[in-house]
């Protein structure tokens, strides 16, 4: 694994050029079939809800889109959900246990959109309600984290049996900048705060808080590193086959298990 | 000074009734204060004692006052009911992210707490409850992993017990200082409700000001009922974020109680002096949920 900062990783993960949910579904996924909105308010472009096989298993998908260029970010609001787009994972979600699907989430957002629609509509209720029915799916659930995990917009996402991360990826409470607004008042401390917030795969490996790290060539993956493609398929194919078998009454409690053991005291 | 004297013995026997073992850290801070208390709002300044009296709500007003867990305790519980649960309970991390540990004493020494939330089990008109109380006045009243982990334990209590679970939060958030461990509560807390729902454990949420950010988004706001108090602050990212990103002002009432309640998000706006009533009411409601 390469040595770098968490700074160099937060700008490979942020990098335009790094392949996005849209770029590695079809590399991982076939038969793929998207659907749309939350049944109540809209459709969030920012999270794929989607049905595809893996390697013939019927899986149910739910990946934060960032967009490849300006266009398609203003299409999907950077990557940064709304409530809607929480209340559709949960919906989805629902259908996959219903359907005995195992789940599939790619992260991929700065964080959870901070607007004033997103206010008025609940963002607070619906990332709460996302933590707390992921808690008890009764589905296997599997979490890569593709480039960048913020906040409360990404964990929303992550309360799965497993959670693995590309090597470049990063993860944290807060993007970087809103860290050192916090704490410092001042944004421009970005870089000082990214070393200290210990938000890298080799950091969180090392606390427990994720299960694997999909290691990447020097200087991050591109769309043609078959190698690392396949390093993720793998880890799909051993960890479906793994908790598939797991009676879910079992699965549930060790989720439980899992995420109780967090930030022990 | 003979007569503050006074107020200071008088609470501390209330506090050697309150807390299974007393200790001076606990007497609260209002009583090393002055007399005067000038409300938060408008500025109208009320005598300590009158304010009391009003439950700290401003005279003038009507501004509801930031509470301490002990202040709360007092104006809703039973005399003598309370014992707190894992009251010692403090983080090994606060040495580990610099200005932390100093920031933390400070906090410990204003406070009289070891932390953000102080936990316990008390009879509420005679029903017997689990009860989280989030000190806004302790780091903002924010979640890492002490306040976490002692909430998580206290729904686990409330399920093996069978006792309604009430969560007062005041929080400004997620704690930065403990990072991704501090992110890592939400989930934590969450999961643990969903199993006390689950298994039929009924749970009141009672926002006071503030409730945002990292405990808006996961505890707060899951309760089967939740209420609020006038004028609290609730919402998930902060007014000067959110201006910034849609380049707008935000109207004044934005993020209040009463414009998250028009939005379908609280059950009720209950004022403190209605609150005790309120919440034995409904404990009565569910009464055979809890057993
Ligand atoms: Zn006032």
């Not at chain 1, 190698?227 to 993720?232: A, M, S």
């Not at chain 2, 009583?31 to 109208?44: H, P």
């Not at chain 2, 003038?60 to 809703?76: A, D, E, M």
């Not at chain 2, 009289?112 to 009860?131: D, F, Q, R, S």
Request: charged content about 25%.
């Amino acid at each position: 694994m390469s040595h770098l900062t968490a700074w160099d990783r937060i700008c490979i993960a942020r990098s335009q050029n790094r392949p996005k949910s849209r770029d590695i579904l079809p590399k991982l996924f076939e038969d793929i079939i998207e659907l749309y909105g939350d049944r109540c308010y809209g459709d969030d472009a920012a999270l794929i809800g989607a049905i595809g096989r893996f390697e013939g298993m019927p899986v149910t998908i739910l990946a934060q889109s960032k967009g490849r260029d300006l266009q398609e970010n203003l299409a999907c609001n950077f990557g940064m959900m709304n409530p809607e787009g929480y209340r559709k994972a949960m919906r989805l979600a629902k259908q996959a246990e219903k359907f005995h699907r195992p789940i599939i989430t790619i992260i991929d957002t700065a964080g959870a959109f901070p607007g004033k629609g997103a206010e008025e509509r609940g963002q607070a209720e619906a990332i709460a309600s996302s933590l707390k029915m992921f808690a008890t799916i009764q589905t296997p659930v599997l979490a890569i984290v593709l480039s960048e995990g913020g906040s409360g917009g990404a964990l929303a996402l992550s309360v799965a049996d497993r959670i693995y991360m590309m090597e470049n990826a990063v993860y944290s409470i807060l993007s970087c900048e809103g860290f050192a607004s916090i704490l410092w008042k001042d944004e421009t401390r970005a870089k000082e705060a990214a070393e200290l917030m210990e938000c890298t795969s080799i950091d969180l490996a090392k606390k427990g808080i994720i299960d694997g790290i999909i290691t990447e060539p020097e200087g991050g993956f591109d769309h043609q590193s078959d190698e690392v493609y396949g390093q993720i398929r793998s880890i799909i194919r051993r960890e479906l086959n793994i908790l598939t078998k797991i009676r879910v009454k079992n699965l549930v409690q060790q989720r439980y298990e899992k995420f109780r053991a967090m930030g022990n005291v | 000074m003979n007569h503050l004297f006074k107020k200071r013995k008088e609470q501390l026997g209330f506090f050697q009734g309150l807390l299974s073992k007393p200790k001076s850290v606990n007497i609260p801070r209002e009583f090393n204060e002055s007399a005067i208390m000038v409300c938060d709002s408008c500025g109208g300044a009320s005598s300590k004692k009158d304010m009391a009296s009003n439950l700290f709500v401003c005279p003038s007003c009507n501004y509801h006052l930031k509470l301490t867990p002990q202040q709360r305790l007092y104006q809703l519980i039973d005399e003598n009911s309370f014992r707190e649960t894992n009251r010692k309970m403090s983080s090994t991390s606060v040495a580990l992210f610099p200005g932390y540990l100093d920031k933390y004493n400070k906090n410990v020494e204003n406070t009289g707490n070891l932390e953000a939330v102080v936990c316990g089990v008390a009879t509420i008109g005679g029903n017997k409850t689990a009860i989280a109380i989030l000190d806004a006045h302790f780091m903002m009243g924010s979640m890492g992993s002490v306040v976490g982990e002692k909430i998580t334990r206290l729904i686990e209590l409330a399920d093996r017990k069978k006792l309604p679970l009430i969560i007062f939060s005041a929080s400004g958030g997620a704690r930065m200082q403990e990072g991704i461990n501090s992110l890592m509560q939400m989930a934590k807390t969450s999961a643990a409700l969903a199993h006390f729902g689950d298994n039929g454990g009924f749970y009141i949420s009672v926002l006071t000001h503030p409730t945002t950010g990292g405990v808006s988004a996961s505890f707060a706001m899951l309760g089967d009922i939740i209420l609020a108090e006038p004028g609290a602050l609730i919402g998930f990212a902060g007014r000067r974020v959110i201006e910034k990103t849609v380049n707008e002002k935000l109207p004044d009432n934005f993020q209040t109680a009463e414009f998250i309640k028009e939005k379908g998000f609280v059950d009720r706006i209950v004022a403190r002096k209605q609150l005790r009533n309120t919440l034995i009411t409904l404990l009565e409601y569910h009464k055979e949920a809890s057993i």
